[in-house]
């Protein structure tokens, strides 16, 4: 089974401060996501990449940066927290075939709550 | 853009009975993806089931299927003999059939939470 690894799944920090979330997958996928996932938002994508070094923005991407230096790992950079950026954070996965086969079912990570005070 | 609506944000059953989850979409699309995703409590998301647009039949995964209706942009869930670990999150979400780009991302609904009673 693909597995997708989020580093930490509780993290509380302050305002201002820089905060990295990992996320590691292990079946060799082109595509990672990262979403942002609210009470009564469903589930907003922040950034994509489909390559190593590639990123696109998603849908709100404006306080995040990401980082995909390799094709395993892709990282969600928030550069100076928020308390607006309280959340549970979502990475995904897929493997893309380049056509519409449709082999790209999304697996998921646990997820990373971040509570910024 | 095409949107994903889920009118029902909280849903309940009995153990042991039937219960559908509703899922609307908007597209002008023609060729495209839908699925069904579960989020159990401090758990990770799954997928349930799966339909592509162009087939006409509607899948089907054990106790799980779905009520596809691609002319009234309707993808229903109806789960059967619900069991106390159905309960969870579930999110209706849309794909465009198109691989690259922006246009192969899921585009999510805001979830039905369903709580199965013993």
């Known amino acids: 089974d693909v597995k997708v690894t989020q580093s930490s799944r509780y993290l509380v920090k302050r305002t201002g401060e820089k905060v990295f979330l990992e996320c590691v997958q292990d079946?060799?996928?082109?595509?990672m996501f990262w979403y942002r996932q609210d009470p009564g938002l469903g589930l907003r994508l922040i950034y994509f990449?489909?390559?190593?070094?590639?990123?696109e923005k998603g849908d709100i991407p404006e306080g995040y940066s990401v980082s995909r230096e390799k094709k395993e790992r892709f990282s969600l950079i928030l550069e100076s927290a928020s308390t607006n950026q309280t959340s549970m954070y979502l990475c995904?996965?897929?493997?893309?075939?380049?056509?519409?086969?449709?082999?790209?079912?999304?697996?998921f990570g646990a997820g990373s709550r971040l509570t910024v005070l | 853009a095409q949107t994903v609506t889920q009118s029902q944000p909280e849903m309940s059953v009995q153990e042991a009975e039937t219960v559908t989850l509703s899922c609307t979409y908007d597209?002008?699309?023609?060729?495209?993806?839908l699925f069904w995703y579960k989020q159990p409590p401090s758990r990770q998301m799954i997928l349930v089931i799966r339909?592509?647009?162009?087939?006409?039949q509607n899948a089907t995964e054990n106790r799980f299927s779905v009520n596809f209706q691609k002319a009234a942009k309707s993808f229903s869930l109806k789960i059967s003999d619900s069991q106390l670990g159905d309960a969870a999150m579930y999110f209706c979400?849309?794909?465009?059939?198109?691989?690259?780009?922006?246009?192969?991302?899921?585009?999510f609904g805001k979830g039905t939470k369903l709580s199965v009673k013993p």
């Open positions: 995904a996965s897929s493997f893309e075939t380049g056509d519409s086969s449709g082999a790209n079912v999304l697996t």
């Open positions: 079946m060799d996928h082109e595509n």
């Open positions: 990449s489909y390559d190593v070094k590639m990123k």
């Open positions: 597209t002008s699309e023609s060729d495209y993806y």
């Open positions: 339909q592509e647009a162009y087939k006409q």
């Open positions: 979400a849309y794909r465009s059939a198109w691989a690259g780009g922006s246009q192969g991302n899921l585009i």
